[in-house]
């Protein structure tokens, strides 16, 4: 069933960027991915659970590149991991096919994802953010208060990048460095904060 779930996901976003979703019936997406309706629905339930599942794959795949280049930005510096982090997203948003149709298309479904029915996608780099703080800055991790903190810096961070993704009012490379110094800011306070 895991590459039935995949193929209607693929079928989804194929849908999605060709601007075909708000005419696209379940019977459509089911044939386009090469499986019966039943399948469909015994995968998904509905197209709000399609939409949902296909955002937070997509979530996982920015995750993947966005942990990735925080990891490796080099030095001891958490607004340089952060900006590494901002950049990675930003610039594979700008490039991204769903994404363009999420953010140019109200019918695809998918601008709430980002906005108002984001918690998921929130949850994903949290998690993460707060993986990626706790691996390089150790001493974070030794204090029990800290997880919490680190949550509530990388949901500031999240939420500013998602309003800068939404509304870009200046370079991206300026948005990472600006974003970056929140995060400094704050992450200075928690670590001097004993």
Do not use: C
């Not at 961070?157 to 929140?182: D, G, M, N, W």
Request: charged share 30%; hydrophobic share 45%; glycine share 4%.
């Amino acid at each position: 069933m895991g590459s039935a779930r995949e193929a209607l996901l693929d079928a989804a976003y194929e849908a999605i960027v060709a601007g075909d979703w708000s005419s696209a019936r379940m019977a459509d997406l089911a044939a386009r991915a090469g499986v019966s309706r039943q399948t469909l629905y015994n995968e998904f339930g509905n197209r709000d659970q399609l939409a949902a599942a296909l955002a937070l794959r997509e979530a996982e795949r920015f995750r993947e590149l966005t942990g990735r280049a925080a990891r490796e930005a080099p030095g001891d510096d958490v607004g340089a991991a952060t900006a590494a982090s901002v950049t990675a997203a930003l610039t594979a948003a700008r490039d991204n096919p769903l994404i363009k149709a999420t953010l140019t298309d109200d019918t695809s479904g998918l601008l709430p994802y980002l906005t108002t029915r984001s918690e998921a996608i929130m949850d994903v780099f949290r998690e993460d953010s707060i993986a990626v703080f706790t691996e390089r800055w150790p001493e974070l991790a030794d204090r029990p208060e800290v997880r919490a903190e680190v949550g509530w810096i990388s949901e500031t961070a999240f939420r500013l990048v998602i309003s800068h993704l939404i509304i870009a009012t200046e370079p991206v490379e300026t948005t990472s460095e600006h974003i970056a110094e929140v995060v400094r800011r704050l992450m200075r306070n928690l670590k001097t904060d004993e």
